[in-house]
């Protein structure tokens, strides 16, 4: 699916994603990555939803968003709050959504000026 931004140049958008793939600013990303307005980190470890480490929530949450979202792959699913307890700790809010709605929620947050890290995993 092909998604366009309205206000949003500078700022990293989700422009498409795919089962496989999520493209930001029109680059086609195939590993899971942290993403914010302003920055991209494509080198976040999670190959998959099963495989979730309360690292890979340390490392989200060191991004200083108040809000993440948690795309958990082809479907919703929650991680154990165990996992999330850096998250939590720090008063970050977390929404947990399949994947694809996780993009449409960060580019809708995003335009709006809001400040929210998306954590999206590709399997």
Known sequence: MKLHAS??????????YDAGFIAVNGRRLTRSFLLMPKRLIEDWSPAGFDVLREADFESI???????????????????????????IDRGIGVEVMDTHAACRTYNILMAEGRDVAAALILE
Request: aromatic share 2%; glycine share 14%; charged share 10%.
């Open 61 to 87: 949450a060191t991004l200083g968003c108040p809000v993440v979202l948690l795309g958990t792959g082809a479907r919703q699913r929650f991680p154990a709050p165990v996992l999330m307890r850096s998250l």
């Open 7 to 16: 206000v949003t140049a500078g700022l990293m958008t989700i422009t498409g």
